[in-house]
């Protein structure tokens, strides 16, 4: 599946007509989740309404950890094989990702001044999830500071599957430390203990987060990929322009 | 209260619940933005390059 992707005339192909259509499907999604999340969903018998903060809170937790667990595979997939699409996959994850988390980590804060009475506690689910924040900035960071792409792309690759241990200690964070942070009520294995009317407004919030996700990456990959491209035709042409300087003297 | 009010006061938590919402929209909006304008724009360039580099290579257009 790799080499069949890594042609970028084929990712073209298909990104041209997947992009469109993801930028479409996360709209319809949002148009159902949003009225539910807000409006048709019951307030929480404890939390009241505050728990309509969930439906934001927890897709862009998890949409992070996806982000990140992409950019770590993508990674791995150049480190090993030296696709070029796979590293353009981990730089437009990035900065997706980077928002995602720094939201996950604003909504907790707004979520837990009232209900906690503090907007952050150093708390193992709130710091690793900082972490994750930080670990996006980091690349952002190095992809930006090493001029030569090659030694980017390599060194970025290293950070990134590198910093793949710390997904497993996010999500089981919360059983391994005693923490202010509630456990898993969606994703455990004997089933989601929360009610189905809260359930089904936040897979369809996430559903809706990952198409647009999906076609946020798409559309950079797409940009990185015609950026490549402009500056290959700009190279061409400064040597065009060299010869028949040449030329002419 | 009307019901439309009552519902914007979200239990007394109006400023929470807005607010997380808020800035939500404003950092995606934002994202999604910055990320079809480049799109745009590195399309653009593209398509300019590619059409000079296309009338240069034709005959009698400069280069041999």
Same mark, same amino acid.
């Given at each position: 599946?790799w080499?069949y992707?890594?042609?970028?005339e084929r990712?073209e192909?298909?990104?041209?007509?997947?992009?469109?259509v993801?930028?479409?499907?996360?709209g319809?999604?949002f148009?159902?989740?949003?009225?539910?999340?807000?409006?048709l969903?019951?307030?929480?018998?404890?939390q009241?309404?505050?728990?309509?903060?969930?439906y934001?809170?927890?897709p862009?937790?998890?949409?992070?950890?996806?982000?990140?667990?992409g !950019?770590?595979?993508?990674?791995?997939?150049?480190?090993?094989?030296?696709?070029?699409?796979?590293?353009?996959?981990?730089?437009?994850?990035a900065?997706? +990702? #980077?928002?995602?988390?720094f939201l996950?980590?604003?909504? +907790?804060?707004?979520?837990?001044?009232?209900?906690? +009475?503090?907007?952050?506690?150093?708390?193992?689910r709130?710091?690793?999830?900082?972490v994750?924040?930080?670990?996006?900035?980091?690349y952002? #960071?190095?992809?930006a #500071?090493?001029?030569?792409e090659?030694l980017?792309?390599? !060194?970025?690759?290293i950070?990134?599957m590198?910093?793949?241990?710390?997904?497993?200690?996010?999500?089981?964070?919360v059983?391994?430390?005693?923490t202010?942070?509630?456990?898993?009520s969606?994703?455990?294995f004997?089933?989601?203990?929360?009610?189905?009317?809260?359930?089904?407004?936040?897979?369809?919030?996430?559903?809706?987060?990952t198409?647009?996700?999906t076609?946020?990456?798409?559309?950079?990959?797409?940009?990185?990929?015609?950026?490549?491209?402009?500056?290959?035709?700009?190279?061409?042409?400064?040597?065009?322009l060299?010869?028949?300087?040449?030329?002419?003297? | 209260?009307?019901?439309?009010?009552?519902?914007a006061?979200m239990?007394?938590?109006?400023?929470?619940v807005?607010?997380?919402?808020?800035?939500?929209?404003?950092?995606v909006?934002?994202?999604?933005?910055?990320?079809?304008r480049?799109?745009?724009?590195?399309?653009?360039r593209l398509?300019?390059?590619e059409?000079e580099?296309?009338?240069?290579?034709?005959?009698?257009?400069?280069?041999?």
């Amino acid at each position: 599946m790799w080499s069949y992707l890594a042609n970028p005339e084929r990712f073209e192909r298909l990104a041209r007509t997947l992009t469109p259509v993801m930028w479409a499907l996360a709209g319809v999604l949002f148009l159902v989740g949003i009225p539910w999340a807000l409006v048709l969903s019951p307030p929480d018998y404890q939390q009241s309404d505050t728990v309509r903060i969930m439906y934001v809170h927890v897709p862009a937790a998890w949409l992070a950890m996806a982000a990140y667990a992409g !950019m770590g595979a993508a990674s791995f997939v150049y480190f090993v094989w030296r696709h070029n699409l796979a590293d353009l996959a981990a730089r437009a994850l990035a900065p997706v +990702g #980077a928002v995602f988390a720094f939201l996950c980590l604003a909504t +907790g804060a707004i979520w837990g001044r009232p209900m906690w +009475g503090a907007w952050w506690v150093w708390d193992a689910r709130l710091t690793s999830m900082l972490v994750l924040f930080l670990l996006f900035l980091g690349y952002i #960071a190095l992809r930006a #500071a090493v001029e030569d792409e090659r030694l980017a792309a390599r !060194m970025g690759s290293i950070l990134a599957m590198a910093g793949l241990i710390n997904l497993p200690i996010i999500k089981f964070s919360v059983d391994w430390w005693n923490t202010l942070h509630q456990p898993a009520s969606v994703l455990r294995f004997d089933g989601p203990t929360i009610h189905a009317s809260q359930l089904w407004p936040l897979l369809v919030m996430a559903l809706a987060f990952t198409a647009l996700l999906t076609a946020l990456v798409l559309t950079s990959m797409r940009t990185l990929i015609a950026q490549r491209r402009a500056d290959a035709l700009m190279r061409r042409r400064e040597q065009r322009l060299e010869a028949e300087e040449l030329a002419r003297s | 209260m009307s019901a439309v009010a009552d519902w914007a006061a979200m239990g007394g938590y109006a400023g929470w619940v807005w607010g997380a919402w808020g800035v939500t929209t404003l950092c995606v909006g934002a994202l999604a933005l910055l990320t079809l304008r480049s799109s745009a724009r590195a399309r653009a360039r593209l398509a300019a390059l590619e059409a000079e580099a296309a009338l240069t290579q034709r005959p009698g257009g400069g280069a041999s």
